[in-house]
């Protein structure tokens, strides 16, 4: 729960750029990280993409269910996506199976916690240089 302007807030939203996909979430959320894989970096065009993790059924989408198109960008994992507009908004794993993770910048304004840790960060872009104290977590599976 944060509060803004005066009041408590609970439920966060969300959408795509065209707004067809809405979303929310109830607080708490689990986690936010930044994360430096290569295939968040090309799905979204940028250095980094900012996750916000939350339990699934704290998770509801709000509009265009029937809209939203999901890409299998691995073998376990898929990337939900509004047809569109283009906007990437979610990622859900079988490595996670009790989350979705959410692109924070599609939020519609701030979420109960702040970014926690840069994600795979042996993978990340030399051309980028973060001058923040989160930690930075390489690939677990790379040791």
């Known amino acids: ?37 290569t295939m968040c970096r090309r799905a979204h065009g940028a250095a980094f993409v900012s996750w916000v993790g939350a339990a699934v059924e704290r998770f509801r989408l ?38 979705v993770h959410a692109v924070l910048a599609n939020f519609d304004g701030e979420i109960d916690r ?6 795979y960060t042996d993978t990340a872009v030399d051309w980028v240089h973060l001058g923040d104290s989160l930690p930075r977590k390489p690939d677990p599976a790379r040791g």
């Open 114 to 119: 702040d970014p926690q840790a840069h994600v």
């Open 62 to 99: 709000t509009a265009g269910e029937d809209e939203l198109r999901w890409y299998a960008s691995s073998e376990d994992s898929e990337r939900g996506f509004c047809p569109r507009c283009g906007s990437t908004l979610f990622f859900r794993s079988k490595r996670w199976p009790m989350e």
């Open 1 to 37: 729960m944060i509060k803004t302007g005066g009041r408590i807030v609970s439920v966060f939203s969300g959408s795509c750029l065209c707004r067809t996909v809405r979303f929310e979430v109830e607080a708490p959320t689990l986690w936010v990280a930044h994360c430096h894989c």
